[in-house]
């Protein structure tokens, strides 16, 4: 089975845009976990075929398609028959992606997220070409124009179950030793697996799930700032190495070294 270390693969993010970061993963057969991204997510399928399920619907990508992941949307995106695929996929801070929307707007979703349309795939290759040079200063109005040609639309705020909310919170804040569910589902006067149940229905992810996904965002971000792959992986609240590289590579499909290795743009010279 192929590793990670063995995919070709790069992260970009320019230092002057700290609001967007670049993947670009060749011919790569490694699956993800279920997960979701506080950012918006907008891939390009470039080989190969992958099948993704947002939000509880599946879609059959092809190379030349665009899918476009709100954030808080939990979602997965792996090969097709173990075949290998070419993909790029722009993450933006929702707060930039806000403000170029009306003030009152506070969250975005998308009614079709599989985009065909070849004008905007060359569009955003050309964006991808950019990233891969030094920095442009047309980089940041490609991405704006890029941005405002998706058939993004705001979003009214979901009901959420207040358990979901206070367990959600819980978890963020107490990354490396959280309370039991046990423990938890009693604060609610609700049994364990109704709170698995709901939290699953609000987030679309179990609690573990969210956990761990939530420690492995927390890890990129210190990742990206340069801290020891060694400190992260604890501070993260993984008890050792070991675990916090599986599943760093299960959430991610790269390795810690790997994401923490991607470059600005000014590094690309």
Known sequence: MTSPRDINQRFLRPTHLPWVELRSTYLSRQAYKRHQHTELSIGAI??????????????????????VIPPH?????????????????????????LALFT????????????IRDPALFARYQEIVAMMATPPSPLLA??????????PLIPAMPSHTHHASQQLGDHLLSN????????ALANTFALRKETLIRLFRQDTGLTPGAFLNMARIEYAKSRLRAGEDIADVGYQSGFADQSH???????????TPRQYARGRSISDNN
């Open 141 to 150: 109005s490609r991405l704006v124009s890029l941005f405002q040609a998706l």
């Open 244 to 254: 916090f590289h599986k599943t760093f590579v299960s959430y991610t499909a790269a």
């Open 46 to 67: 470039v080989e190969g075929e992958t099948c993704c399920v947002c939000d509880g619907h599946e879609y059959r990508l092809q190379p030349g398609d665009i899918i």
């Open 103 to 114: 003030p009152t707007t506070t969250l975005l979703t998308i009614a079709q997220p599989v």
């Open 175 to 182: 990354l490396q030793r959280p309370l039991a569910l046990d």
């Open 73 to 97: 949307v939990a979602h997965s995106c792996n090969p097709v028959a173990s075949q290998p695929r070419s993909y790029h996929m722009l993450y933006l801070d929702v707060s930039w992606c």
